[in-house]
């Protein structure tokens, strides 16, 4: 099986377009940046807090654009026509998800110096913060190929963003409710914790536990992803 890199670059131009176009989707990337100005000004201290504006980039531009510009496919009814083209399921993926992927990451970035996170080893929590981007992107993709239209997205996100982006606040709550076990296995408090540790001193060695829940939630909704996707072709 051949890749085109020129065929996802067509998709990701053709998607930055469309979301250029769309202020209601465009504007949302930078919510998370006037929260990272504020925070900023406000001197925040731990990680947690650094880590509660990454989440929410994670859910709000990873997530929810990912989700807008495959629901907006549909809407469209040019999803199908891309399906049936001659890229691969692959080169359309990749493309689809590359302009979230750049998105999040350069809003990460511009939101770490607003905020002046400075992580103590870069490369591992650099790591970790592209497998989470991943990981969102998927989850994106998931809703987008799930729903309808952007307005049907822009609902069944909320969820998402209210788990990721907060969860860590149920934290307290599990020792009285065991129930509430799971949430420490989440890709966000996974990162959470992570991050903890290496400010901590800790190398790859010990965090490579955490790195690889990270993989597994991303492998996991990435088998999801295609098994949707195929069924979509099929319908």
């Known amino acids: 099986m051949t890749f085109s890199m020129k065929r996802s670059m067509a998709i990701l131009y053709k998607d930055y377009k469309d979301v250029s176009k769309n202020l209601y989707v465009s504007t949302t990337v930078f919510l998370p940046l006037v929260m990272a100005a504020i925070y900023g000004r406000m001197g925040i201290e731990g990680i947690d807090a650094h880590y509660m504006v990454i989440n929410m980039i994670f859910s709000l531009v990873a997530a929810y654009v990912q989700c807008s510009l495959i629901a907006e496919e549909k809407e469209k009814n040019t999803l199908r026509g891309l399906m049936l083209s001659p890229a691969s399921t692959l080169e359309i993926l990749f493309g689809k998800s590359l302009l979230s992927f750049i998105s999040t990451i350069a809003v990460i970035i511009i939101a770490a110096f607003l905020t002046g996170y400075n992580p103590d080893n870069l490369i591992i929590v650099g790591m970790a913060i592209i497998l989470s981007a991943v990981f969102y992107i998927g989850i994106g993709t998931l809703l987008g190929l799930l729903t309808k239209s952007v307005m049907e997205a822009s609902v069944v996100i909320l969820p998402i963003m209210m788990i990721f982006s907060f969860g860590s606040f149920l934290t307290p709550f599990i020792e009285k409710y065991p129930v509430l076990k799971f949430i420490e296995y989440l890709p966000n408090l996974q990162l959470i914790e992570?991050?903890?540790?290496?400010?901590?001193?800790?190398?790859?060695?010990?965090?490579?536990?955490?790195?690889?829940?990270?993989?597994?939630?991303?492998?996991?909704?990435?088998?999801?992803?295609?098994?949707?996707?195929?069924?979509?072709?099929?319908?």
Request: no cysteine; hydrophobic share 70%.
């Open 194 to 235: 992570l991050a903890n540790q290496v400010e901590a001193g800790a190398g790859l060695a010990d965090v490579w536990f955490h790195l690889a829940a990270i993989i597994v939630w991303t492998a996991a909704v990435f088998a999801l992803v295609i098994a949707v996707y195929k069924k979509r072709m099929m319908d």
